[in-house]
Nanobody, 118 residues
Framework: QVQLVESGGGTVQPGGSLRLSCAAS??????MGWYRQAPGRGRELVAI????????VYADSVKGRFAISTDNAKSTVFLQMNNLKPEDSAVYYC?????????????WGQGTPVTVSS
């Protein structure tokens, strides 16, 4: 059974930093990353680390400010968020992908809120 446990959200002033963590267990993951959803908006990709292809993808809105990383065992993913802006406020969800019989399956954490406000 796949479990994703997130931590690190909170409230910060504009220009501040936060670091999100997500500990995953229960399977081998081909990709791990972060999505976010602001009130009234759909869930959007923030950053993802695709271990299967060795690539990392960032949303244009966070390039140069956010950095995704994983530990050596590929079971924990981090999101370092710097120079935060009010528009970064959202619930952030950890995402991990497994492959079963050639089919990708997405798994989600419970979400951790991030509020950027003065």
């Amino acid at each position: 059974q796949v479990q994703l446990v997130e931590s690190g959200g909170g409230t910060v002033q504009p220009g501040g930093s936060l670091r999100l963590s997500c500990a995953a267990s229960g399977s081998i993951f081909t990709a791990m990353g972060w999505y976010r959803q602001a009130p009234g908006r759909g869930r959007e990709l923030v950053a993802i680390d695709k271990s299967s292809g060795g690539t990392t993808v960032y949303a244009d809105s966070v390039k140069g400010r956010f950095a995704i990383s994983t530990d050596n065992a590929k079971s924990t993913v981090f999101l370092q968020m710097n120079n935060l802006k009010p528009e970064d406020s959202a619930v952030y969800y950890c995402n991990a992908v497994t492959v079963v019989n050639g089919i990708n399956r997405n798994h989600w954490g419970q979400g951790t809120p991030v509020t950027v406000s003065s």
